[in-house]
């Protein structure tokens, strides 16, 4: 039992973590040589291809039990492989900083995971040789069973961790970024941010700006219009989906679904069409019909989940105590809905608030762009030779704020929302 053991059940926790460490690492290296090709840096690419190749090894070679018989050949390339990326990794950083460009955090950040890993796995084969070579003993088998069952956890939460702080970091620099721009001196795209140089003046022009203002006051008249006129006709909606059963219900509850398969560049040339018909074009009416119509399923499906979640018997008890269906469904069911609202209602704001192709297509005068469309064109203005990027990038901060109010306003709601219409029953 105990030879089984030393034979069979064991693998070095030491092994175990540099190969987890290496997965994360195998990706970054991936992007380093995707950079790296798109930058025209052929050096660079053919470094972080070989990098790519050493790494793949590590995290292929490794046995998952203890070697029946020796082998020496998948120690030689497990210490090899690990030299090899940390010489390599070296060996890109000596060669970006050569550059025209010279080192920047991108090339610190991608060089680094291969070179700390390479130098972790040439320590762990060289204290794990008896391993490779089929000569662990029982107490050296129990040993590290022991030290496995007491680092194994710590080894996984450390490589989830770093998967979530790179995932953190990807998320938060293009707002980071934005706000640097915003603050910089100058609209030059190309900023030179410092905490020295920083100002607000980009931030004031658009506060002074009668343009911006006008485009803000149309983006919240066009989604608080929509995300009242689609609530009005979702909920009514959704409750008779969920409580009644006639004749074409579920049709129509397909017909709502395959609604939102098809992309919204698709109806745009039909949505054109019926607006000039009625003379909707460049008016919010229009805009309000079109981006309505366009939550419309997604809303009627939220609110359906959540009626079905909610007993029938508590409106059965309202109308033995003599409540008539209006008011079962304004004193019951509403009160007891208010999360399913909140999310339908912060949805349909958002979803008008950011819409940009609808409202490009639909409006032609300057003075009722909403936001998305207003500064897309501050954008064109950029391209074509204007320098708008500073005060673009405090304009995409300031109509971010009203966003985050109302997250801040509804998360007490968003949560009991969202999971309440999740599971029937």
């Known amino acids: 039992m105990n030879e089984n053991l030393a034979t069979k059940w064991w693998t070095p926790v030491s092994l175990r973590g540099v190969v987890s460490f290496a997965w994360i690492s195998l990706l970054i290296t991936s992007l380093m040589c995707g950079i790296s090709w798109m930058r025209g840096d052929d050096t660079g690419t053919s470094i972080s291809l070989m990098v790519l190749i050493a790494n ?48 920047t955090l991108v090339d610190y950040w991608m060089a680094s995971p291969s070179l700390v890993v390479g130098a972790a796995a040439v320590t762990a084969a060289i204290k794990s040789s008896r391993w490779f070579m089929g000569k662990a003993t029982t107490s050296e088998a129990l040993e590290g069973l022991a030290r496995t069952k007491r680092h194994t956890g710590r080894i996984t939460q450390t490589a989830k961790q770093i998967v979530l702080l790179h995932l953190g970091i990807f998320a938060i620099l293009p707002p980071i970024w934005t706000i640097m721009l915003s603050l910089s001196p100058g609209n030059s795209l190309s900023m030179d941010f410092s905490l020295s140089t920083a100002t607000l003046e980009h931030y004031r022009k658009m506060w002074e700006s009668d343009r911006f203002w006008g485009w803000l006051w149309n983006s919240i008249v066009v989604s608080v219009a929509t995300t009242i006129f689609g609530l009005t006709v979702a909920f009514p909606a959704a409750y008779g989906f969920s409580r009644y059963r006639f004749h074409g219900r579920k049709l129509g509850l397909f017909m709502f679904l395959i609604v939102q398969m098809f992309p919204g560049a698709l109806i745009l040339v039909p949505y054109f ?54 008011q079962i469904f304004t004193r019951i069911i509403f009160p007891l809905s208010l999360p399913a609202v909140a999310v339908t209602c912060l949805f349909s704001f958002l979803a008008a608030w950011n819409e940009y192709l609808l409202a490009l297509t639909f409006l032609s005068d300057t003075d009722r762009y909403t936001l998305p469309v207003g500064l897309a064109s501050m954008v064109s203005s950029a391209q074509a030779g204007d320098s708008y990027w500073g005060d673009f990038a405090a304009a995409s901060i300031l109509i971010s704020i009203p966003v985050v109010l109302l997250f801040v306003m509804f998360q007490r709601y968003l949560v009991d929302g969202m999971v309440a219409g999740a599971v029937k029953g």
């Open 56 to 103: 793949s090894v590590i995290v292929w070679i490794l046995p998952e039990d203890v070697p029946a018989r020796p082998v020496p050949e998948k120690f030689g390339l497990f210490v090899v492989c690990g030299a090899s990326m940390t010489v390599l990794s070296s060996n890109y950083l000596f060669h970006r900083s050569g550059t025209n460009i010279g080192l």
């Open 273 to 326: 069409i019926v607006m000039k018909g009625f003379g909707l074009l460049n008016t919010y009416v229009g805009l309000v019909i079109a981006y309505s119509v366009t939550a419309l399923p997604l809303c009627v499906w939220l609110m359906k989940g959540f009626f079905d979640t909610i007993p029938r018997e508590l409106e059965e008890a309202a109308r033995v105590d003599g409540c008539s269906q209006l």
